[in-house]
């Protein structure tokens, strides 16, 4: 799955205007399905049947929410981060693996 920012389109929407929340909105559609193409590429080489979605919403609990349904959970670990140049893991990936009752596969 991946999720865009739905606090952070509505605040692009709200701070500048509605045609550049939809410049953005499209440019993040075609990251996310490339990035999903890519992810569920090498999961499914490996073996992992994979079923990707891409939805506007609140990245942490729209994840929880989902891993209700699912026996796995794969996630990069600079999921949450701004920038992917940080060492370790981001704080978002902390709380879910908190909250979620699945493996959490990080990578």
């Known amino acids: 799955v991946y999720i865009i920012d739905a606090e952070l389109l509505n605040l692009i929407r709200s701070e500048m205007n509605d045609k550049e929340g939809e410049e953005f909105l499209k440019k993040r559609e075609i990251f996310a399905d490339e990035r999903l193409k890519k992810i569920s590429s090498l999961l499914e080489f490996a073996g992992i049947r994979t079923l990707t979605q891409r939805i506007v919403g609140n990245k942490e609990q729209n994840i929880i929410s989902m891993s ?26 902390l709380r879910i693996s908190r909250q979620v009752e699945i493996p959490l596969l990080l990578y």
């Not at 996630?75 to 920038?83: A, D, E, I, L």
Request: hydrophobic letters at 30%; glycine letters at 8%; charged letters at 20%.
């Open 68 to 93: 209700e349904d699912h026996d796995l959970l794969a996630v990069s670990r600079h999921y949450g981060f701004h920038q992917v140049s940080h060492k370790g893991i981001s704080p978002t990936i």
